[in-house]
């Protein structure tokens, strides 16, 4: 079984399986077998199973982490494109993207504290809003567990994509760019593809929840924590 | 698609640079991405000098944090032991996102519109 550790078979593995559980998602149309998650607990199981260690899959993986961070400067782009909007609707923008980023990260900070979690799992929940690579990098700028945040990361996602729409109706949020900067700030990426199958006005303002929370997440998450003394 | 490469790259060689001279616990890659749309707004590179290079990474963001999610099997035991908190915490937390985000939102567009 030696053969199954080599990297360029442990690569074209996780390229396949994450093109089958897409291609799965799309006939089943079931936003909760997310391609990602899918493929993250797929692999988990062939790991465990052929009893290859992670640190063997990991040399293989970092070749894909490894764009983590230049897709992260490529979110400059769509940033630059929006620039005109934003500055338009500089304060309603700016103001709810700061009270949803202090809140985001105050909340679940303080709650976790308060249920008696340790230290490495708050800080690894704390910037579990914005999308997996600015979320793992904050968490690892922070001394908290990468991995630990991105599984939370995508759950959090796929929670927003689901139930997004539904809590906003129920606390009568109907404005339709109200409704897509939210779901964009609250669940990132995952919450953002749902809003872009909504309306391309919906998708607009997604992503530009997924972007600013981003970036405000990355800024203040450092200070909130010492505020709050983690 | 060497100068896309060179761009994005310079973007978050500068990053790293500016972290590692003052020590802030900023990932370099918001750097770079600030620094990109800077780049961008003050004409110092054309978009298309980057958009085929950009919109490749985003459109397949998800797939690159595939790796770093597996690690999650090394981590089992710790989420067994503090499932609740960190369920509790993440769906209460959420559900408040949402529900501040949009109707801040929502009350501050009427009032600049009126």
Redesign the interface.
């Known amino acids: 079984m030696e053969i199954l550790q080599n990297n360029l078979v442990l690569l074209a593995l996780t390229f396949g399986i994450f093109y089958g559980a897409r291609q799965f998602q799309k006939w089943t149309g079931w936003i909760v077998l997310n391609p990602i998650l899918v493929t993250i607990a797929v692999l988990i199981v062939f790991l465990t199973l052929t009893g290859i260690r992670y640190e063997t899959y990991a040399q293989a993986g970092g070749f894909i982490e490894f764009w983590l961070k230049p897709a992260i400067v490529a979110l400059g782009v769509p940033l630059y494109q929006h620039l005109g909007q934003i500055r338009r609707q500089f304060l309603p923008i700016f103001l709810s993207q700061l009270a949803g980023c202090i809140v985001g990260v105050v909340s679940v900070v303080v709650i976790a504290q308060m249920m008696g979690a340790s230290r490495e799992t708050i800080v690894s929940l704390a910037p579990k809003s914005v999308t997996t690579p600015i979320a793992m990098e904050v968490c690892q700028a922070l001394g908290g567990i990468p991995s630990l945040t991105a599984a939370i990361v995508v759950s959090v996602g796929l929670l927003g994509a689901v139930f997004g729409f539904k809590v906003l109706e129920v606390w009568h949020i109907k404005n339709p760019y109200s409704q897509g900067l939210s779901i964009g700030t609250a669940s990132h990426a995952v919450g953002t593809s749902r809003a872009m199958e909504k309306g391309e006005t919906y998708g607009a303002y997604a992503s530009l929840g997924l972007i600013l929370n981003g970036v405000l997440t990355a800024l203040l998450a450092p200070f909130i924590l010492k505020i709050i003394g983690i | 698609m060497i100068r896309q490469c060179f761009i994005?790259?310079a973007?978050?060689a500068v990053?790293e640079l500016i972290v590692w001279l003052t020590g802030i616990?900023?990932?370099?890659?918001?750097i770079?991405?600030?620094?990109?749309?800077i780049l961008?707004?003050v004409k110092a590179i054309k978009?298309e000098w980057?958009?085929g290079?950009?919109?490749f990474?985003?459109s397949?963001?998800?797939?690159?944090?595939?790796?770093?999610?597996?690690?999650?099997?090394?981590?089992f035991d710790?989420?067994k032991a503090?499932l609740?908190?960190?369920v509790?915490?993440?769906?209460?937390?959420?559900?408040?996102?949402?529900?501040?985000?949009?109707?801040?939102?929502?009350r501050?567009?009427m009032?600049?519109e009126e």
Do not use: R
């Open positions: 994005i790259f973007c978050l990053g616990t900023i990932p370099s890659s918001i770079g991405m600030l620094l990109l749309t961008l707004q978009l980057v958009k290079m950009s919109d990474l985003i397949n963001m998800g797939f690159f944090f595939v790796p770093p999610g597996v690690a999650l099997m090394l981590y710790l989420i503090e609740l908190p960190i509790v915490a993440t769906v209460v937390s959420t559900v408040l996102v949402l529900v501040v985000t949009g109707w801040t939102h929502q501050l567009k009032k600049n």
